[in-house]
């Protein structure tokens, strides 16, 4: 499971590559929607980006709106992911 704040940056780094913005800018704004652009295409092609990286798959149940307000709430919901055992990880 990747550290915090290596998570963080991941987030971050997935947001700016989506929208084509800086990396610091979901890192500076109060909800990820009101950056430029950050609608639900471009959730779901972060959470796809992120899923991949990580090797993980977010449940479906916690995938809900307040989970992509801000850098720190998707970064929860990715947290929850990596922290959550998949089928493919039990022997």
Known sequence: MPQREDLT?????AVGAVLGVPESAPRT???LFD????DSLAV???LDRLEAELGVEVPADLIVP???ESLESLT???AAATAT?????IP
């Open 35 to 38: 950056l430029p652009g950050f």
């Open 29 to 31: 704004t109060a909800t």
């Open 76 to 78: 929860d919901l990715l």
């Open 85 to 89: 055992p998949t089928t493919e990880a």
């Open 44 to 46: 779901v092609a972060v």
């Open 9 to 13: 940056d991941r987030v971050a780094a």
């Open 66 to 68: 307040e989970a992509f």
